[in-house]
């Protein structure tokens, strides 16, 4: 990270410090201050090697990481990488199969990298609800599941898509299954996914105010624009009303913001983007 921006960095998180509702990183594995800034890793899949993609994170100034799954390594050698670079993971995507399935097993790999937050990342076709009661349903398996992961010092976490965005009576399918799980399961709103829908990201955001644990910061193009890159844009480049959004997220409790792109053309100019556009705009919620 250069010196300006470094400098940037320490005084954003000093200022945030004093402003009401915003969550903070604990800290770098070296000790450092951050901002709560991190990367889905899913946006670096095609990025070559495991190592090239952490050091493409390191790069972009962010020193923390949304996992997915095992990464397709053993937890010996995912924790050696983190180290390398001075990454921390502070949540990971889990297969709902996997966790209905093996709980423990899952539980015990990201014990040994140091995570402490399992995220259901996506629903199959044959899993999604199709009416209110079955979105309940789920949300009282999930709430099940997030107790048994609290047990073992692990929280449940949902991330969305559109599909749960479809409204029973009124409420979305997701209002629905988190009324259902109880305080336990947290959410991770994509945001991104959440205006496809034809929901406001931020009023969205107020919905879940005190259950939020972090939201994918991730933007779409204009209409028309970004075929290639499946209709998505880097953060801060596309349509998404951030100024509405991020004062919002700070209200709802949010403790991350994880950037995400789910088909860039550029993963590392994607993330440098994005990780300096959250690093622009997280300070001015200070001056609200």
């Known amino acids: 990270m250069r010196t300006s921006t470094r400098k940037l960095a320490t005084a954003a998180f000093l200022l945030l410090a004093t402003v009401p509702g915003f969550a903070f990183a604990a800290g770098a594995p070296d000790g450092r201050q951050e901002l709560p800034i991190a990367v889905q890793m899913y946006t670096l899949r095609d990025a070559g090697t495991l190592d090239a993609q952490l050091k493409i994170v390191h790069d972009a100034g962010v020193h923390a990481v949304e996992t997915v799954g095992t990464q397709n390594v053993s937890a010996a050698e995912l924790k050696q990488l983190l180290d390398r670079y001075s990454i921390r993971a502070i949540a990971s995507h889990v297969k709902l199969a996997d966790l209905r399935d093996d709980l423990d097993t899952v539980v015990a790999f990201n014990r040994a990298v140091g995570n402490t937050t399992l995220v259901v990342p996506y629903l199959e076709k044959e899993q999604r609800p199709t009416d209110a009661a079955g979105w309940s349903a789920l949300g009282r398996e999930l709430g099940q599941i997030a107790r048994?992961?609290?047990?073992?010092?692990?929280?449940?976490?949902?991330?969305?898509?559109?599909?749960?965005?479809?409204?029973?009576?009124?409420?979305?399918?997701?209002?629905?299954?988190?009324?259902?799980?109880?305080?336990?399961?947290?959410?991770?709103?994509?945001?991104?996914?959440?205006?496809?829908?034809?929901?406001?990201?931020?009023?969205?955001?107020?919905?879940f105010r005190g259950r939020m644990f972090a939201v994918h910061a991730k933007d779409n193009a204009p209409k028309g624009q970004g075929a290639d890159e499946g209709g998505f844009a880097a953060l801060g480049q596309g349509v998404l009303d951030w100024n509405a959004i991020l004062p919002a997220a700070a209200d709802a409790g949010v403790r991350w913001y994880i950037i995400e792109h789910d088909h860039p053309r550029d993963p590392a100019k994607v993330i440098q983007t994005g990780a300096d556009f959250l690093r622009q705009r997280l300070p001015a919620l200070a001056h609200r």
């Open 148 to 207: 048994r992961a609290q047990a073992q010092g692990m929280t449940l976490a949902y991330h969305n898509h559109d599909f749960e965005m479809a409204e029973f009576n009124g409420k979305t399918g997701l209002e629905l299954l988190f009324e259902a799980a109880g305080p336990e399961l947290r959410t991770e709103l994509d945001l991104a996914w959440v205006a496809r829908s034809g929901h406001d990201p931020a009023a969205m955001l107020g919905r």
